[in-house]
């Protein structure tokens, strides 16, 4: 029996609209979690909004509005986004949930009775943006004699009364952690990041604020509301069930998965982990943290001009499109970068020129000259068992590299198969052999009905609206991994006198369009 399998998202900050940055994230995990369903495995997908902190308080004051209201409105953003991009999460999750504020208060409990948290008076630079303390160490200096974080964000002076986690005291543990499980931290840039920071020393932690009211009060500590990273991270386990559902926590935690930008691998590496040790929780089992996605190159930036929104992009070409884009173009890990012509040309010469026209053609073919019965056995051939072969190795190479998270050349994989096909269709020419070898065509597009159908079933993930509609003009009923190892579905559907309809096409051609939908 497969072992429960749980992925989560960094939940979003919304004190702004999506981005594709955040639209790419969940589209990656969505795409993992349905890999690992359609092993077999009993999943649990999270992701959702993270509404605590300073920078919601002054972006609602700047507009005037009370905070609850701004988080109830730009969450709803984030959860429409997430429907209109197919991502099939179990919990969209937001911090302003009851149970999420009884379980952060559980877990600061549990790290003051592990002595872990003290009060005292915190004066340092933080960074609203960021909603992040630094380092004297670790600043810049900017235009002006402005002093910048890590990130390039400005930071202040703050001086205040606050509750204290000893991070310190983690240290060591950490590091020991780190050597113990290797893959903890993937992929292996960010590892030797975090190692180096960590092995520079560790200061406690302000876990607490008091100049604003806007998050989870402090158990027993009037007029203190946590950190938000603290009720942030919490998040994961509240999910499963944290404190009180010990079945449901036990069955999923810890996460398999947690996938994240690189530019919160800190907070998800260093301070939650040390949380959950303090806390004698046991520790997520990988953090992933994915590059970001550049516009032509460029870093997106409001004052540019630059920000994508995905939702206008997935109108454009199609969520598939746009979700096959994302993980075939991106080396998962890495920055990358997108355009509008970009997404055409990689749409059109994967899904629609190569994928897309080998099962419009084969199944029009067989709906206009078998009047859509599946073809009978026909005569073989060596050439049939070296495609079926190799469509074999294609779809077993994806399902290898997607369990390393490679997740392009899982696709660069699934393409040569694709390849391979319409090398054998130009080669057996079907159209051809329908007059000179009639009991030859049969075995050809049989054999291509077995190899289209397994493509549609490995890609599934990747492009589940697309690859569910190939699979119903196939019969298909059985869309999990056993499915490709099910040598009788064939003759299985044979018997019961199936017949393929004349199909639409799959995956049409796109034309470069202008924001306003226009043909460029």
């Given at each position: 029996?497969?072992?429960?399998?749980y992925?989560?998202t960094a939940?979003h900050?919304p004190?702004?609209?999506?981005?594709?940055g955040?639209?790419?994230?969940?589209?990656?995990?969505?795409?993992i979690?349905?890999f690992?369903?359609?092993?077999g495995?009993?999943?649990?997908f999270?992701?959702?909004?993270?509404?605590h902190?300073?920078?919601?308080?002054?972006?609602?004051?700047?507009?005037?509005?009370?905070v609850?209201a701004?988080?109830?409105?730009?969450?709803?953003?984030?959860?429409?986004?997430?429907?209109?991009?197919?991502?099939?999460?179990?919990?969209?999750?937001?911090?302003?949930?009851?149970d999420?504020?009884?379980?952060?208060?559980a877990?600061?409990?549990?790290?003051?009775?592990a002595g872990?948290?003290?009060?005292?008076r915190?004066?340092?630079w933080?960074s609203v943006?960021?909603?992040?303390?630094y380092?004297?160490?670790?600043?810049?200096?900017?235009?002006g004699?402005?002093?910048l974080?890590?990130?390039?964000?400005?930071?202040e002076?703050?001086a205040?009364?606050?509750?204290?986690?000893?991070?310190?005291?983690?240290?060591q543990?950490?590091l020991d952690?780190y050597?113990?499980?290797?893959d903890?931290i993937?992929?292996?840039?960010r590892?030797n990041e975090i190692?180096r920071?960590?092995?520079?020393?560790?200061?406690?932690?302000?876990?607490?604020?008091?100049?604003?009211?806007?998050?989870?009060?402090?158990?027993?500590?009037?007029?203190?509301?946590?950190y938000v990273w603290v009720?942030?991270l919490?998040?994961?386990?509240t999910g499963?069930?944290y404190?009180?559902d010990?079945a449901?926590?036990?069955k999923?935690?810890p996460?398999?998965?947690?996938?994240?930008?690189k530019?919160i691998v800190?907070?998800?590496t260093?301070?939650w982990?040390?949380?959950?040790?303090?806390?004698q929780?046991?520790?997520?089992?990988?953090?992933?943290?994915?590059?970001?996605?550049?516009?032509?190159?460029?870093?997106?930036?409001?004052?540019?001009?630059?920000?994508?929104?995905?939702?206008?992009?997935?109108?454009?070409y199609?969520?598939?499109t746009l979700?096959?884009?994302?993980?075939?173009?991106?080396s998962?890990?890495?920055?990358?970068?997108?355009?509008?012509e970009?997404?055409?040309?990689?749409?059109?010469a994967?899904?629609?020129?190569?994928f897309g026209n080998l099962?419009?053609?084969?199944l029009?073919?067989?709906?206009?000259?078998?009047?859509?019965?599946?073809p009978?056995?026909?005569?073989?051939d060596?050439?049939?068992?070296?495609?079926l072969?190799?469509v074999?190795?294609?779809?077993?190479e994806?399902?290898?590299q997607?369990?390393?998270?490679?997740?392009?050349?899982?696709?660069e994989?699934?393409?040569?198969?694709?390849?391979?096909?319409?090398?054998?269709?130009?080669?057996?020419?079907p159209?051809?052999?329908?007059?000179?070898?009639?009991e030859r065509m049969?075995a050809?597009l049989?054999?291509?009905i077995?190899?289209?159908?397994?493509?549609?079933i490995?890609?599934l993930?990747v492009?589940?609206a697309s690859?569910?509609?190939?699979?119903?003009?196939?019969g298909?009923?059985?869309r999990?991994?056993?499915a490709?190892?099910?040598?009788g579905w064939y003759?299985a559907?044979?018997?019961?006198?199936?017949r393929?309809?004349?199909p639409t096409?799959i995956?049409?051609?796109l034309?470069?369009?202008?924001?306003?939908?226009?043909t460029?």
């Amino acid at each position: 029996m497969p072992k429960p399998y749980y992925i989560t998202t960094a939940i979003h900050y919304p004190n702004g609209r999506p981005h594709i940055g955040h639209a790419y994230e969940m589209i990656a995990a969505d795409t993992i979690a349905r890999f690992q369903r359609q092993a077999g495995r009993d999943v649990r997908f999270q992701t959702g909004t993270d509404e605590h902190g300073l920078k919601m308080v002054q972006t609602a004051r700047g507009r005037d509005m009370e905070v609850r209201a701004l988080a109830d409105e730009m969450s709803g953003y984030f959860r429409d986004m997430a429907e209109k991009l197919d991502i099939s999460c179990d919990r969209f999750i937001r911090t302003v949930e009851s149970d999420h504020y009884a379980a952060s208060q559980a877990i600061w409990q549990a790290m003051a009775d592990a002595g872990d948290l003290y009060l005292d008076r915190y004066e340092g630079w933080y960074s609203v943006r960021d909603e992040a303390f630094y380092e004297e160490k670790e600043l810049t200096e900017g235009e002006g004699g402005q002093k910048l974080s890590p990130q390039g964000t400005p930071v202040e002076w703050t001086a205040e009364e606050t509750w204290f986690f000893r991070l310190s005291k983690y240290q060591q543990p950490l590091l020991d952690f780190y050597a113990a499980n290797p893959d903890f931290i993937r992929p292996e840039s960010r590892r030797n990041e975090i190692l180096r920071f960590v092995e520079g020393g560790l200061a406690d932690l302000s876990v607490s604020r008091t100049s604003f009211d806007w998050g989870v009060p402090v158990p027993g500590s009037p007029g203190h509301v946590m950190y938000v990273w603290v009720d942030a991270l919490t998040n994961y386990i509240t999910g499963v069930g944290y404190p009180d559902d010990k079945a449901m926590f036990e069955k999923f935690w810890p996460a398999d998965l947690h996938l994240i930008g690189k530019d919160i691998v800190r907070f998800h590496t260093v301070y939650w982990p040390a949380f959950l040790m303090s806390a004698q929780l046991p520790l997520p089992k990988q953090v992933f943290g994915h590059g970001f996605l550049l516009n032509r190159g460029e870093k997106m930036s409001k004052s540019v001009g630059n920000v994508v929104d995905p939702m206008a992009l997935a109108e454009l070409y199609g969520v598939d499109t746009l979700r096959y884009f994302l993980l075939r173009d991106v080396s998962f890990g890495q920055d990358g970068t997108f355009s509008d012509e970009a997404i055409v040309t990689r749409a059109n010469a994967d899904l629609s020129n190569s994928f897309g026209n080998l099962a419009q053609r084969t199944l029009a073919f067989i709906a206009k000259n078998l009047e859509g019965a599946l073809p009978e056995a026909g005569k073989g051939d060596p050439a049939d068992a070296e495609l079926l072969a190799a469509v074999r190795q294609g779809t077993a190479e994806f399902r290898a590299q997607f369990e390393k998270l490679a997740l392009s050349q899982a696709l660069e994989a699934w393409m040569q198969a694709v390849f391979a096909c319409n090398a054998y269709i130009d080669t057996q020419a079907p159209w051809a052999l329908r007059k000179t070898d009639p009991e030859r065509m049969h075995a050809v597009l049989g054999t291509l009905i077995r190899a289209i159908r397994d493509l549609a079933i490995a890609i599934l993930p990747v492009v589940p609206a697309s690859a569910n509609k190939l699979l119903d003009f196939l019969g298909a009923k059985d869309r999990d991994h056993a499915a490709l190892e099910d040598s009788g579905w064939y003759e299985a559907l044979a018997a019961k006198g199936f017949r393929i309809s004349p199909p639409t096409p799959i995956f049409p051609r796109l034309e470069l369009k202008t924001a306003e939908g226009e043909t460029a």
